[in-house]
């Protein structure tokens, strides 16, 4: 779990350095979760993040499998029709991103897959 936070912080500080907004972490509906939801000029992104330590197998973004991405876009659409102003989301792309977040010793390797996949189911 200190792994995942320590993941997320370091998503949410390079999405900000990016000139994203953060407007949720950690966004639960049910058994569905969001990481982190920012925006950036006209667009909402569904940020899901992944992080391992060095050595890696298997690259961090290739994690969220057909089945993930499936729960993810449910949250978003939960979340979107969630809102307290559904309208402050009207007319905005929705971006569905992944960062990878490898940790190496005391340096982290953070890499951005901005519109990861598009869900073509909901």
């Not at 390079?14 to 407007?23: A, Y």
């Not at 330590?53 to 659409?77: D, F, G, H, S």
């Not at 005391?106 to 869900?119: H, Q, R, V």
Request: hydrophobic share 45%.
């Amino acid at each position: 779990m200190l792994l995942g936070k320590r993941g997320e912080d370091a998503a949410c500080r390079f999405l900000q350095g990016m000139g994203h907004r953060i407007v949720a972490r950690n966004y639960r509906t049910g058994h569905l979760e969001i990481d982190i939801i920012s925006t950036k000029g006209n667009g909402v992104h569904f940020v899901e993040v992944k992080s391992r330590v060095a050595p890696v197998a298997v690259a961090p973004e290739e994690n969220v499998t057909a089945l993930k991405q499936k729960k993810i876009a449910n949250a978003a659409l939960r979340y979107l029709h969630q809102s307290k102003d559904p309208g402050v989301f009207w007319g905005m792309d929705v971006s569905f991103d992944i960062v990878a977040v490898t940790f190496d010793g005391g340096e982290e390797k953070l890499e951005w897959f901005p519109e990861a996949f598009i869900p073509m189911y909901v």
